[in-house]
């Protein structure tokens, strides 16, 4: 069985601080991230546990993939793909966890 995967962006309250993820179970992975499951984490340390940008892909290595091109690009480029699917920036988890 092939298993897909989900590339994430999280930010805090201010959007001051981006985290980019990747996960092969979205709703679990964000639900440890709202609750702070690892507490020495950059996201529980940084209140980094807003969902605003979500991207699937039909295997994990090509979630993987896109994780990594995703780092590997600048800060401003992280906001432009964030603002492509939320110009708001609102915290997709609402809508995610009714998935």
């Keep these: ?8 962006i999280l930010t805090n309250f201010t959007h001051t601080t981006l985290y980019t993820g990747v996960t092969s179970e979205l709703l679990f992975r964000i639900k440890e ?3 702070k499951l690892y507490p020495s984490s950059f996201s529980s ?3 980094v546990d807003v969902l605003v940008y979500h ?5 994990i290595e090509e ?3 896109e994780e ?11 906001i432009k793909l964030i603002q492509s ?15």
């Design 68 to 78: 990594k091109r995703i780092k590997g690009g600048s800060r401003a480029k992280k």
């Design 33 to 35: 991230h709202k609750e």
């Design 63 to 65: 979630a993987i993939a």
């Design 1 to 8: 069985m092939v298993r897909g995967g989900t590339v994430y």
């Design 45 to 47: 340390k940084f209140n």
């Design 85 to 99: 699917m939320n110009p708001n920036w609102k915290d997709l988890w609402e809508e995610v966890k009714e998935w």
């Design 55 to 59: 991207s699937s892909f039909l295997t």
